[in-house]
């Protein structure tokens, strides 16, 4: 992706508002999100949908020798929308010189900067192995309802955006202050010909929405 334009963002924040409160971090905040999710299998021609919850929640924080401080999240995920959560592992998550990090399996990956403004982009993958992976700002929303509810100052990170007749290949997460990330949506398949509506792909479709956050 390339920088877009200069126009004056609504959602920059004040002089003493960087906007970490899209990335809220405090011992007992939990989120709980229904996951909905589709996966193709062109061996099988099947297409299996599921739908489950995933709660995370900071349970601790913990400050390095240069003092800096993470926040430990346990997540957990159920097998149903009715099933019983199962501690699935353990990350960490640190805001750290403007950026919101998430260390998991050992993979650190920058999720969001600061302050959060429009068209504003970065290497998400700057301080782990993995290839290069540009993350950008398209949306700065004073106001988006997602699912059934209303938030206030939303912004979209746009992760990639490839679409070709035999790939598409995307990921969005959406950010809203004072709530963290409230939606997320994840698209991978590819196929093996052209212009065959019927041929059944490989790979998935998921999203993430929010139903619940304690602060």
Partial sequence: MTEMGCRKNQLEPKPNDVGYGYFPLEVGNT????VDSIHYDAFAKSIDTFSFLVKQVVVDTVVDNQGV??????????????????????????????????IDSNVRVINLVFPPT????????????KSKSEYEILEALDSER????????????VQRDEAFKTLRNYGVEKYAKGF????????????????????????????????????
């Fill in 69 to 102: 401080r993470s926040s430990i999240v346990e997540f957990f995920r159920t097998d149903s929308l009715t099933g019983a959560y199962k501690l699935d592992r353990t990350l960490s998550k640190r805001i750290v010189d403007f950026r919101a990090e998430v």
């Fill in 31 to 34: 989120w709980i999100y229904q």
């Fill in 180 to 215: 963290g990330m409230v939606y997320a949506h994840q698209i991978y398949w590819i196929k093996k010909t052209i212009g065959d509506s019927t041929e059944i792909p490989n790979g998935y479709d998921y999203t993430y929405t929010l139903k619940k956050f304690d602060q």
């Fill in 146 to 157: 997602i699912d059934t509810v209303l938030y206030n100052n939303v912004v979209h990170v």
């Fill in 118 to 129: 429009l068209y504003k982009y970065w290497d998400a993958n700057a301080y782990n192995t």
